[in-house]
């Protein structure tokens, strides 16, 4: 395939001979200049704010839907589920379930309301008939921290990507990533990634429908051969067909199915979405047909990843030994977060390893873009401009807090992505999730349909449950024994959502209930005057109006 170079290790930092994949890096390259190109495009039309964070609102149901798949299918979805599938077997589904089945509460309770209430974020939802500035400022925190996690696993698994194409160093690659990304979204705003975004999503849905269909040629499309021969070839044997493998705890799979249901209805960039295009039928529109491209994708991925298994593992070109606490390992070369990757090259050689290699790093570069848009939306729109400047500053002024912002979540990015190296990207993807349905779910839930719910209510019940999943997280295995090395978690459980998310709606209620102050009556009489409106789209008028 061309020159040798040497790669670092995804596991030990072992250096190894890898040969250098020139098709995938000329594709690469190709896609670079390209999306450069849109950018550069789309920074020439972007000329207000409304421009820059919802494309001017001028995207039909069926692009946003395409951008809106195009969104979740990151890299979690196809580097990481086809990993789990891959080192679990059949428990690997049951994130790709998980993270489809919050789609009908999007579809039929959320979508429709956002577009008629909202304006940029969902702050301005959640604040419609609350005080702005606390409100705000809440919701700016809660999509501060969603962002930051789910940053991780993108920047984990573009570094990965980059590192197993160039035989780079890690961190060099991280760095790339955290480059390029910064120039999107700095430039090319929402426009850029939305575009960015369509592009990748009807890409990968072709590359990954070829990568399954040769699986299932190559298995004589039986998918009782498929599964034999996987049990026949992994370690685990037909444990790999039992459910429980991944998720035994039976707390730990409740909040992980809490979590991957509700916080859908609580990620930033997604919420984002539904204000790029004109109205709330097209909103709906968007969410139907994301659901449907999104669950034929997941469908294709636990077919890659036993795929993966019977076509990959433990055949010598994509394995290697390296060396760990002392004893030889034998692994699969950049770790399983690239046997997705490695099954491209096995069922379409070195030209299909580097037309999905191209659209894995796309897929990552576009949820990224959306990622930090949505971020750095939070704190030029939400905090800049309605807290600070009390919705009097100036677009110019806006753009410019924006792109620092950008600037600033760019550098955070690559340190995290570094720091947590070794993580499964699926999995840190659903620790986000757990944040947003903890943190911004019931609020964006309750100010919506509950008449009670009061600015004390939501601040006060949002920022316990953030708080709480965030601690819980941290003191959680994931961190406090994996990332810090402690010897014992102080929280025994992965999965925080089933007591954050509880904790989030029951001090929403009982703070909201004890509200008896004047401004709480007042924004409890607002609330028919907001559902109206959020039914109809109906413009109302009231004091805190956009």
Not at 160 to 180: D, E, H, P, R
Not at 296 to 308: C, E, M
Not at 317 to 343: C, R, W, Y
Not at 382 to 400: L, N, Q, T
């Amino acid at each position: 395939m061309g020159t040798s170079v040497f790669a670092a290790d995804a596991i030990t930092g072992a250096v190894q001979k890898q040969p250098l994949n020139w098709h995938a890096i000329i594709m690469f390259f190709a896609f670079v200049a390209f999306t450069m190109g849109i950018t550069y495009w789309a920074a020439r039309r972007t000329k207000s704010t409304a421009d820059f964070y919802t494309a001017g609102g001028g995207i039909s149901g069926f692009q946003n839907g395409l951008a809106i798949a195009g969104d979740y299918m990151s890299a979690a979805s196809f580097l990481g589920i086809s990993a789990m599938v891959f080192d679990t077997g059949y428990d690997g589904l049951i994130y790709s379930i998980g993270f489809l089945v919050g789609w009908p509460v999007m579809l039929f309770l959320i979508a429709e309301r956002l577009r008629n209430l909202g304006k940029f974020t969902f702050s301005d939802v959640a604040s419609y008939r609350l005080q702005q500035t606390p409100v705000r400022c809440f919701s700016a925190t809660g999509t501060l921290v969603v962002v930051a996690l789910y940053l991780i696993a993108q920047m984990v698994g573009a570094g990965k990507l980059i590192q197993l194409l160039f035989g780079m160093n890690y961190t060099s690659a991280v760095v790339l990533v955290g480059i390029l990304m910064v120039m999107y979204v700095a430039f090319g705003g929402m426009l850029a990634t939305t575009w960015v975004q369509i592009i990748k999503a009807v890409l990968l849905l072709s590359g990954a429908t070829f990568m399954a269909v040769m699986v299932l040629y190559y298995a004589d499309f039986s998918f009782e051969k498929l599964f034999s021969q996987s049990v026949a070839i992994h370690a685990k044997g037909s444990a790999i067909m039992h459910p429980g493998g991944l998720v035994s705890n039976p707390v730990d799979a409740v909040s992980l199915g809490i979590a991957l249901m509700f916080g859908t209805a609580g990620l930033p960039h997604v919420l984002m979405r539904f204000f790029t295009v004109a109205d709330a039928k097209e909103a709906r529109k968007s969410a139907f047909y994301a659901t449907g491209f999104m669950g034929y994708f997941y469908i294709l991925t636990f077919i890659i990843g036993f795929g993966a298994i019977m076509l990959v593992l433990n055949k010598p070109e994509f394995m290697t030994t390296v060396m760990k606490d002392g004893q030889p390992v034998t692994q699969l070369i950049g770790g399983s977060n690239m046997a997705a990757i490695h099954l491209s090259h096995a069922v379409g050689g070195n030209i299909f390893l580097g037309f999905m290699s191209a659209v894995a790093f796309a897929t990552i570069l576009a949820v990224v873009a959306g990622l930090t848009l949505s971020g750095a939306s939070a704190v030029s729109h939400d905090i800049y401009s309605k807290v600070i400047k009390k919705g009097v500053a100036s677009s110019r002024d806006e753009f410019r807090v924006s792109r620092i912002t950008t600037f600033i979540l760019g550098i955070l990015a690559i340190l995290l992505g570094i720091l947590f190296e070794k993580q499964n990207i699926a999995f840190m993807v659903g620790l986000a999730f757990s944040i947003a349905a903890s943190a911004n779910f019931p609020v964006l839930l309750l100010s919506m349909f509950w008449k009670g719910l009061t600015t004390r209510g939501a601040v006060i019940g949002g920022g316990l449950g953030l708080l709480s999943a965030v601690t819980m997280i941290l003191l959680g295995p994931t961190v406090w024994v994996d990332v810090l090395g402690h010897e014992h978690a102080l929280f025994p459980y992965k999965n925080p959502a089933i007591f954050s998310v509880t904790l989030a709606f029951v001090s929403i209620w009982f703070f909201s209930i004890t509200d008896k102050s004047k401004n709480a009556q007042e924004e409890r009489s607002k609330f028919e005057a907001q559902f109206v409106r959020s039914m109809t789209g109906i413009g109302i008028s009231k004091a805190s109006d956009h």
